[in-house]
Every structure is written in structure tokens, then in C-alpha cells.
């Protein structure tokens, strides 16, 4: 048996357990997704795969009591672990009335939850970083107990948005923590033909903060370097750069074909370092998972996955005047 790097973390037997259900809740929804849109029951699916273990890593590290996460299009695992349900996202996926995000009106992935402090996205990428660098100056302005956690991909740390954010919390050494989600591609643009710099948390230092990369697939690193920065942003030391590096599994949608950009071997080598897979081994290297309760886990999440597919599918849509609903002033009221 192995050496338990979760209990160095502080983090229990149950709660590694939690984290990698949650990995998994998400992977198997994606896919459920990827079968619903191939058949023509939903219009698009852009995914997480690959990425879960630095998603929910991530998010097991913040306060969800206290934190705002402002996620990028692919962060299924962050808005599960802070309280999104499947229901919720298969609603969002059949684009149904229900939708919590929009009503049905934003693409899949444009998460947003006001109880579960999810702050909604925009489908301009990167737009979401600006919005957190201001949550996090009105908390230190009202002095409140919070980071902001705002996720983006390698190639979203090429845009406007991602410098004017960073700078800004650097000098005013704002809570923030902004993670970048280096999946190697930026749609089909290889990280070599994007970045001058050898990672992305190089680019730290110009904005006055510690930059860090870590393993993607390893949920507990990822985990450890998150807790670290939003403990750096609580004490008033400002914002953090962290760095994940994973690799998409899928296309970068389903409108998109990886084939044109990308050989096979490439993504099947990617694929013996799946999260999944990885960091099962690891929980069962250690003694806290075993083949009989991986067996349970993954019927309690086929269980919520068939359920919300069902429920889903058959709820209503949205009436036809709807699409002006929170648009335009109701001036009969």
C-alpha cells in the first residue's frame, strides 16, 4: 500500500471518494451529452473530458460557503461541486425551460447559479475574467471572507481580457485566483503555436503575483496549489496564476473534427493518463476504493445520469415570447 498523499493534504478517506464520484458524475454526463447530440436530441456539447481531476481538484480547495467561481465552458466538474445537478445540466443541454443558466436561451456551458454563486459566462472567451478581478475588489472593499476562482483555457491567457484582469488584481493585490485549464489546444491550435513563453504561469510575473503549473490529471496536486493560493488571497496577499496541464480528450465541440489537426496515436497515447482511470488506481493502491464499492459508485452516477436524461428530455421548452423575458421592462406590472 502506498503512501496516503491525501491525509498530508487534510483530506479524508470520504472526501477523496466525494472528489472522484464528482469526476466521474461528470465525465459519464459528457458522454451521455455526446450520445444525446449524435442521435439529434441535443444541439451541442463542447466537453470536459481530460480535465476533471483540475476542475474538481479546484473547486474541493474553495469555500463554497463563502467563494465565487466564475467557470469556463468545459468546467462540468466545478459547477457539480458547487452544487449544479446533473437535472440541472441535462436541462441546459435539451435547452429546456427549466435551464437554470439562461431559460434556454445561452449555449450549453454557460453556466450560471446565483444561490451557488456560480457567475454566469459569456460565449466571448475569457470575458469571465474581468467580472472576477471586480467580485473580488467589492469583497475586499466590504471586507468580506472571500477569493474569487476564475477558469479559462491556455488559449483565453492570449486575450485582452486575461492581461487588463490580472494587472489590475496584481496592483490592488486582490483575492483572486485565476486558473488556466492548458489543454494543449486552443480549438485546433497546438499549445507550441500559441504561447512565445514555455507555460503559462511564466507570465505571472509581470502582473506582481507567484505563478505555478501542476500535473491536470492529478486532482490532489491540483488541489493542494488552489488551497495555497486562495489561503495567499484570504490573507490579503493577492491574486495567484495557476496552471493545469491536461489534454482534451474530445474534439474541441461536437461541430468540430480533431482528425483535420491531430493524429489518433496522439490521443490515445493522452488517453493512458486519463484522470479517471489514474486517479481511481491511486485510491485503490491506497486501500480506500476497492472493485465492489467502484462498482456502487458507478451505479449511483448511471442512476442520476439516466434520471436527468429522462426528466430532461421530456420537460417543457420555453414559449415562443419568452425569448424577451428579463430583456425588455414588463410595463403592464
Known sequence: MIEKRHEVLGLSDQKVLEMFETMLLARRIDERMWLLNRAGKIPFVISCQGQE???VGAAYALNRDKDYVLPYYRDMGVVLTFGMT???LMLSGFAKAEDPNSGSRQMPGHFGQKKNRIVTGSSPVTTQVPHAVGIALAGKMEKKDLVT???FGEGSSNQGDFHEGANFAGVHKLPVIFMCENNKYAISVPIEK???CEKVSDRAIGYGMPGVTVDGNDPLEVYKAVKEAADRG???EGPTLVETISYRLTPHSSDD???SYR???EVAKAKTKDPIITFGAYLKET???NDELEKEINERVMKLVNEATDYAENAPYSAPEDALKFVYADTEE
Open 234 to 236: 484570504r490573507r490579503g
Open 257 to 259: 473534427d480533431d482528425r
Open 86 to 88: 446533473p437535472k440541472e
Open 53 to 55: 481531476a483540475a476542475q
Open 263 to 265: 493524429a489518433p496515436d
Open 149 to 151: 476562482f476564475v477558469t
Open 194 to 196: 500559441q504561447l512565445a
Open 287 to 289: 486501500g480506500v476504493l
